[in-house]
């Protein structure tokens, strides 16, 4: 998955919940911890840790989220 293609493959309903979390100024913190990976908070019901990774040619190659949506693999 490339990060300019990754909305073909992510759920409609969960890329409207990230454009939501992203204008109503939900990442309350995000930064480049390391090169190609990025960490932030976002605030949902409770706040959760969000890990993405990417390669040189902006492949994600990894993804983390500890929020309790549980019905695909992509948050």
Known sequence: MNLH???K???DQILQRGHSYYENDS???IEQTEQGEFRAIV???MDYDVVLKIDSE???ISH???CPYD???HC
Request: glycine share 10%.
């Open 5 to 7: 293609n990754f909305e």
């Open 9 to 11: 493959i992510v759920d």
């Open 27 to 29: 990442i309350e913190d």
């Open 43 to 45: 605030s949902g019901s």
């Open 58 to 60: 902006q492949n994600i």
């Open 64 to 66: 983390y989220c500890d």
């Open 71 to 73: 019905w695909g693999d």
